[in-house]
Nanobody, 118 residues
Framework: VQLQASGGGLVQPGDSLRLSCVAS????????IGWFRQAPGKEREGISC????????RIADSVKGRFTTSRDNAVNTVDLQMNSLKPEDTAVYYC????????????WGQGTLVTVSS
């Protein structure tokens, strides 16, 4: 069971970036998949969550209108599309997943660094 996040990099303010979270060893069906981020010196922040059971999506107010999340069943991934990036979006981004029956995020990816700077 493994999650791998990728797609981070250095971008300029206003740019877009798409992160991917690939699951291996299990299907993302009937799971909650979340994206989190942690900036230096700050606590981890929940960004988004998708429930693959009913398809519902929640986005944090801090990124609402700029970030979206979606699932690609064919390749067992959940993506985070980030638009209109700001310097304050700079952080290590993590994906996590857990069975809907668990009520918690049991599996975590290794994180991918996003740096927004001019």
């Amino acid at each position: 069971v493994q999650l791998q996040a990728s797609g981070g990099g250095l971008v300029q303010p206003g740019d877009s970036l798409r992160l991917s979270c690939v699951a291996s060893g299990f299907s993302l069906g009937y799971h909650a998949i979340g994206w989190f981020r942690q900036a230096p010196g700050k606590e981890r922040e929940g960004i988004s969550c998708i429930n693959t059971g009913d398809g519902s999506i929640r986005i944090a107010d801090s990124v609402k209108g700029r970030f979206t999340t979606s699932r690609d069943n064919a390749v067992n991934t959940v993506d985070l599309q980030m638009n209109s990036l700001k310097p304050e979006d700079t952080a290590v981004y993590y994906c996590a997943a857990g069975p809907l029956t668990s009520g918690s995020f049991d599996y975590w990816g290794q994180g991918t660094l996003v740096t927004v700077s001019s």
